[in-house]
């Protein structure tokens, strides 16, 4: 009976641990994605159809990269190639939806844009970092205190 209960108790925690992750991965692709998008609808002046499409596709991509930064951690030579796979794909996209003028400012800004998606991300992974500490911190003196 007891060995059934501990098998129970650890598909539960599996289960759990991994659905956890997963949706971690999901929040930081939104956010990814809506910092990106409400840069380029400011700076490209889209109209409403457009800011739609184009907060389509960056979710898209954003879970895309997302997904490949998790999975090829280390890898920053992989990464980089299947990134740049995804983004040439962007960018086909984004020629269909854009006028002319904003697809040629957009092109010619995309180093911008890529570089301010990595500073957003940085400060993501560095604001969740403190974010752990702070937890930690807090388990420590609770346990202090239950302790005491």
Do not use: P, W
């Not at 990814?32 to 380029?40: D, F, K, Y």
């Not at 002046?45 to 898209?60: A, F, G, T």
């Not at 996209?93 to 010619?108: A, C, K, M, P, R």
Request: proline fraction near 0%; hydrophobic fraction near 40%; charge should be negative.
């Amino acid at each position: 009976m007891k060995k059934l209960l501990v098998m129970t108790l650890m598909v539960f925690g599996t289960v759990f641990g991994a659905f956890a992750t997963g949706n971690n991965l999901t929040v930081v692709a939104e956010k990814r994605a809506n910092h990106l998008s409400e840069q380029m609808i400011r700076e490209l002046r889209l109209n409403n159809y457009q800011s739609n499409k184009v907060r389509e596709i960056n979710l898209d991509v954003a879970a895309q990269i997302t997904e490949i930064e998790q999975q090829h951690a280390g890898n920053e030579q992989l990464i980089a190639e299947k990134c740049k796979e995804v983004l040439a794909a962007r960018d086909l996209q984004f020629e269909d939806i854009l006028s002319t003028v904003q697809y040629n400012d957009y092109f010619g800004d995309r180093k911008m844009y890529s570089k301010a998606d990595r500073e957003f991300v940085t400060s993501l992974n560095e604001q969740g970092s403190q974010n752990l500490a702070t937890n930690q911190d807090a388990n420590k003196n609770a346990v202090a205190s239950n302790v005491n």
